[in-house]
């Protein structure tokens, strides 16, 4: 089973960065797409961006694009979401998501097709 384990969340001011860790273990790291999703008050759980297994595609929401970056390093068994300009409308709990299926990661991230989550860590923009 594949355990994963956020963090890196706080409160950040507008305009500014930030960076989340989601740490995986119990596979090994080449095996699975690593996507990361948020869920503001109120709305539904919306992917973010995802990255391949590999490392060397990734997928991302229109309204991260230029502002987030997600990477992988496979020697840590670790995925990172770098958040730069924040705004307030990245207020959320933001997972990480797994999934060891054969799909693209913008089907994995379009879809929601995922097989484990983690727990989530509050992103809060605000001055």
């Known amino acids: 089973q594949l355990q994963l384990v956020e963090s890196g969340g706080g409160l950040v001011q507008p305009g500014g960065s930030l960076r989340l860790s989601c740490a995986a273990s119990g596979y090994p790291p080449g095996h699975y797409h690593i996507g990361w999703f948020r869920q503001a008050p109120g709305k539904e759980r919306e992917p973010v961006a995802c990255?391949?297994?590999?490392?060397?595609?990734?997928w991302y929401a229109d309204s991260v694009k230029g502002r987030f970056t997600i990477s992988r390093d496979n020697a840590e068994n670790t995925v990172y979401l770098q958040i730069y300009n924040a705004k307030p409308e990245d207020t959320a709990v933001y997972y990480c998501a797994g999934t060891l299926s054969v799909i693209t990661v913008q089907a994995m991230c379009v879809t929601r097709k995922t097989d484990y989550w983690g727990q989530g860590t509050q992103v809060t923009v605000s001055s």
């Open positions: 990255i391949s297994s590999g490392g060397s595609l990734e």
